[in-house]
């Protein structure tokens, strides 16, 4: 996230659509020597044009601002919302930039859930005591025909049971029926939570892909995406990854 507090007024935005002088990869390289002198700490990843002239996307820890071409207004914690579509341009684009290379993943370490032919392929972060979790355990009833790899993420800072419910899910002897079992019924995984189980290992990576909200969901196309997604989105997204 971005560490200096902040406000760019509609006025002082839309007094940025000036148009360019410099060319844009120049104007590209400007503004993010301006933000980096400014925000030494800001890990800037991408500078990108917007769909509005004079305004600029970054990409930087993880999260989309806008900026004017010489980085002196800023627009944080906004959506760009295309109003024809009613597409929230800014997802769609963090979800983009958030693109995870599938076949690197450890699926060793997560629950393994194989339903019809299994051939499709699909990643899900969630948190034992997620309500929206459990919403999105609901929708996967109703898709089939893939693999659904769960890794236990629990969000301590929202959930503090649910690091030990996970590790219970884990050390049980029937590890996806404990996990749908709770998940579904809500009945108490009751095995001990004192085996050897990944629970760090899958903080620690869900920290290097920047997974700060369950359900996430990673598909086979390596594109991510947050929220507990309907049935029928989640095919959609599971076709798109097929093509």
């Known amino acids: 996230m971005i560490r200096p507090t902040f406000v760019a007024t509609g ?21 993010r020597k301006s933000l980096q002198s400014r925000f030494p700490d800001l ?43 009613r597409t929230n341009l800014t997802d769609e684009r963090l979800s983009k930039l958030r693109t ?25 972060f969630s948190d034992a005591d997620c309500p929206f979790c459990k919403r999105l355990e609901k929708s996967l009833l109703e898709v089939t025909d893939v693999t659904v790899y769960t890794f236990l993420y629990p ?14 899910v884990w050390c049980s002897a029937d590890r996806l029926r404990a996990w749908k079992d709770w998940m579904l019924e809500g009945r108490n995984p009751t095995a001990a939570a004192d085996c050897d189980n990944p629970v760090a290992k ?23 995406v947050p929220g507990a997604l309907g049935a029928k989105d989640i095919e959609r997204y599971l076709n798109d990854a097929g093509k």
């Open 11 to 31: 006025a002082a935005v839309l007094a940025a659509s000036l148009a360019l002088l410099a060319s844009p990869a120049a104007a590209n390289d400007a503004l």
């Open 43 to 85: 890990g800037i990843e991408q500078v990108n044009k917007s769909p509005i002239p004079g305004l600029w996307e970054v990409y930087a820890d993880g999260q989309i601002f806008y900026a004017d071409d010489k980085g002196d207004h800023v627009l944080l914690n906004g959506m760009l919302v295309d109003t024809r579509t």
């Open 100 to 124: 995870i290379d599938f076949a690197s993943l450890p699926l060793d370490i997560a629950i393994k859930e194989v339903k019809g032919n299994g051939k499709r392929k699909l990643v899900v």
């Open 155 to 168: 969000i301590d800072k929202l959930h503090p049971q649910a690091n030990e419910r996970s590790r219970r």
């Open 202 to 224: 899958v903080a620690a990576l869900g920290e290097k892909y920047r997974v700060n909200g369950t359900p996430t969901l990673v598909f086979s196309n390596g594109r991510t």
